[in-house]
């Protein structure tokens, strides 16, 4: 397996948002605003480019809060 570029496209993307050029989509989308959006777009584009990235965390990685209920049988 050949050695993979460490932060390549990550570095790219997050170089073009600093510089206030990144955009949402194409070229002629939105421009991004977000710094979590940001990095959303850049390890989404390392994972389509093939670089070992961290695993998304789904919804269900969030920890739900809330009442439970205590039904007795």
């Not at 050695?3 to 949402?24: D, I, N, P, W, Y």
């Not at 070229?27 to 994972?47: D, F, H, M, N």
Request: aromatic share 2%.
């Amino acid at each position: 397996m050949a050695a993979r570029k460490k932060g390549g496209k990550t570095q790219k993307v997050m170089h073009e948002f600093k510089a206030g050029t990144l955009h949402s989509g194409s070229k002629k989308g939105p421009r991004v605003t977000s710094r979590k959006q940001a990095i959303a777009i850049a390890l989404s584009e390392a994972r389509k480019a093939g670089e070992s990235v961290p695993r998304a965390r789904g919804r269900s990685g969030k920890k739900r809060q809330g009442k439970r209920s205590t039904k007795k049988r």
